[in-house]
């Protein structure tokens, strides 16, 4: 049983910057890529960032130069820094990970999501 648990969401004004989190627990074996996405009103859901089990990271076109995805190795964590934020910022952020659990099935998982609102 693994569990993404994303916080840090809320309001932000345009220009702004805000952090949002995941940590996975669980049962984990390896984790091989995390990741965020985002789904923002009457929108699909789009990759924004993700990296890899070795630091790779890539983002959306919309949000290079603007956020930054990290993760800390020992705490099964990703964020995802966000500044400058833009209204089109909001939407849901959703945490993804890739990850082999301890019984040896590989599979995404996904959070519950965070609400970003970047509103003046």
């Known amino acids: 049983q693994v569990q993404l648990v994303e916080s840090g969401g809320g309001l932000v004004q345009p220009g702004g910057s805000l952090r949002v989190s995941c940590v996975a627990s669980?049962?984990?074996?390896?984790?091989?890529?995390m990741a965020w996405y985002r789904q923002a009103p009457g929108k699909e859901r789009e990759l924004v960032a993700g990296i890899t089990s070795v630091g790779i990271t890539n983002y959306a076109d919309s949000v290079k130069g603007r956020f930054t995805i990290s993760r800390d190795y020992t705490k099964n964590a990703v964020y995802l820094q966000m500044n400058s934020l833009k209204p089109e910022d909001t939407a849901v952020y959703y945490c993804?990970?890739?990850?082999?659990?301890?019984?040896?099935?590989?599979?995404?998982?996904w959070g519950q999501g965070t609400q970003v609102t970047v509103s003046s």
């Open positions: 669980g049962s984990i074996f390896s984790i091989y890529t």
């Open positions: 993804q990970s890739v990850l082999r659990v301890g019984g040896g099935l590989t599979q995404d998982y």
